[in-house]
């Protein structure tokens, strides 16, 4: 079975960085594409970032982009979003999502394996 678990989430003030990780076990790590979607409270998931299975190319929400990066590490079956410039609207818990097929989705039921979650709050 497929498991995804998140770190890296916290408190950092407006302007700040935090870096995301996201480790896969059960599966064929570099068979999947990676995603990062993220929900603020009372608002649907959203997408925020993505990453084909041999990491070239990659793919952000229009709110992200410039100040959002993602990578993998096929080696140590690995996703990462680094975070920087952070603002109050980037608050919300951001969720780790694999996807088995080549295709990369920006909807959120069109990916088949999720982590639990970790919260990022922004400060102003």
């Known amino acids: 079975q497929v498991q995804l678990v998140e770190s890296g989430g916290g408190l950092v003030q407006a302007g700040g960085s935090l870096r995301l990780s996201c480790v896969v076990s059960?599966?064929?790590?570099?068979?999947?594409?990676m995603g990062w979607f993220r929900q603020a409270p009372g608002k649907e998931r959203e997408f925020v970032a993505a990453?084909?299975?041999?990491?070239?190319?990659?793919y952000y929400a229009d709110s992200v982009k410039g100040r959002f990066t993602i990578s993998r590490d096929n080696t140590k079956n690995t996703v990462n979003l680094q975070m920087n410039t952070l603002k109050p609207e980037d608050t919300g818990v951001y969720y780790c999502a694999a996807r088995g097929d080549t295709a990369v989705s920006n909807i959120p039921r069109a990916w088949g394996y999720w982590g639990q979650g970790t919260q990022v709050t922004v400060s102003s």
């Open positions: 990453i084909r299975r041999s990491g070239s190319s990659v």
């Open positions: 059960g599966g064929t790590f570099s068979m999947y594409v």
